[in-house]
Nanobody, 123 residues
Framework: QVQLVESGGGLVQAGDSLRLSCTAS????????YGWFRQAPGKDREFVAD????????DYADSVKGRFTLSRDNPKNTVYLQMNNLKPEDTAVYYC????????????????WGQGIQVTVSS
């Protein structure tokens, strides 16, 4: 089992930056790929970004490409989602997910989830 805890959310203005963290505990951190998803009120959960087990590969949704960067620090059991030039449409609850086998944009394929953290961007 892996427990995931997100941190770093909050209320910011358009154009500001935030860095979300997702810290894992429980079973060993190394063999998992990670994804970030978000869900705005009344909308489906959508893919934001993912990163491979090695950290050598990552993918981003078109809506965040060029603004968000996902990285991982294996010794700290943490992945980071750096979000720059935030827009009001980025407002959502952001979720960190992990899986030992799957690496991609399909949220239902991930086995482990954090509780979610709110990001609100005012215009």
């Amino acid at each position: 089992q892996v427990q995931l805890v997100e941190s770093g959310g909050g209320l910011v203005q358009a154009g500001d930056s935030l860095r979300l963290s997702c810290t894992a505990s429980g079973r060993t951190f190394g063999p998992y790929a990670y994804g970030w998803f978000r869900q705005a009120p009344g909308k489906d959960r959508e893919f934001v970004a993912d990163i491979s087990k090695s950290g050598g590969s990552s993918d981003y949704a078109d809506s965040v490409k060029g603004r968000f960067t996902l990285s991982r620090d294996n010794p700290k059991n943490t992945v980071y989602l750096q979000m720059n030039n935030l827009k009001p449409e980025d407002t959502a609850v952001y979720y960190c997910a992990a899986d030992g086998d799957y690496f991609g944009s399909l949220y239902w394929e991930y086995d482990y989830w954090g509780q979610g953290i709110q990001v609100t961007v005012s215009s």
